[in-house]
T-cell receptor, first 115, second 111 residues
Framework: EPEVTQTPSHQVTQMGQEVILRCVPI?????FYWYRQILGQKVEFLVS????????KSEIFDDQFSVERPDGSNFTLKIRSTKLEDSAMYFC?????????????FGSGTRLTVV | RKEVEQDPGPFNVPEGATVAFNCTYS??????FFWYRQDCRKEPKLLMS???SGNEDGRFTAQLNRASQYISLLIRDSKLSDSATYLC????????????FGSGTRLSIRP
């Protein structure tokens, strides 16, 4: 079964450092998403990406965040200057664009710990 | 008002019991509805889509009431392996738009 792959599985970084979280979506999917989940809290939308541009972003996704799909396969989330409150599980998801099919597949996540 | 609301639980029921979860959504323009399951410290995984006519997948039955903006999930003959958090998920506009998660209902099945 096709899957979304995320690396690394766990990243520890110092406050103020930049981090890049990587995702390889399912190859024939067209829609890409980043979500985050702070421990014990709900899954929150960060950003959606389609046709090489951001289609929607949340209030959480401020100037510290950026996304890229540099080579047509990897989909990355960059946090420029990490804060303690950025510590969370970050999930990448990709979608086939087929409404109602539940065509959103999530990667197993990157646990980001900012110290 | 939250866009997707669920009873957080936890629900603690014996193996073999029937358990039902409810969910309400605030945006009447919502298009697609799903139940996801999340195990502790794992990614959300699609359990089933929810259709207006109601749908069943083995021991799981999902219902949608658009007039009341209400979604339900029924689990019959619950198994120990059903212990997880169940997430009500709504797609607002179209397939390209984000999906919104409820905060989840924790289910614990005891032997």
């Amino acid at each position: 079964e096709p899957e979304v792959t995320q690396t690394p599985s766990h990243q520890v970084t110092q406050m103020g450092q930049e981090v890049i979280l990587r995702c390889v979506p399912i190859s024939n999917h067209l829609y890409f998403y980043w979500y985050r989940q702070i421990l014990g809290q709900k899954v929150e939308f960060l950003v959606s990406f389609y046709n090489n541009e951001i289609s929607e972003k949340s209030e959480i996704f401020d100037d510290q965040f950026s996304v890229e799909r540099p080579d047509g396969s990897n989909f990355t989330l960059k946090i420029r200057s990490t804060k303690l409150e950025d510590s969370a599980m970050y999930f990448c998801a990709s979608g086939s664009g087929s409404t109602g099919s539940g065509g959103y597949t999530f990667g197993s996540g990157t646990r980001l710990t900012v110290v | 008002r939250k866009e997707v609301e669920q009873d957080p639980g936890p629900f603690n029921v014996p193996e073999g019991a029937t358990v039902a979860f409810n969910c309400t959504y605030s945006n009447s323009a919502s298009q697609s509805f799903f139940w996801y399951r999340q195990d502790c410290r794992k990614e959300p995984k699609l359990l089933m889509s929810v259709y207006s006519s109601g749908n069943e997948d083995g021991r799981f039955t999902a219902q949608l009431n658009r007039a009341s903006q209400y979604i339900s999930l029924l689990i019959r003959d619950s198994k120990l392996s059903d212990s997880a958090t169940y997430l009500c998920v709504v797609n607002r506009y179209s397939s390209a738009s984000k999906i919104i998660f409820g905060s989840g209902t924790r289910l614990s099945i005891r032997p």
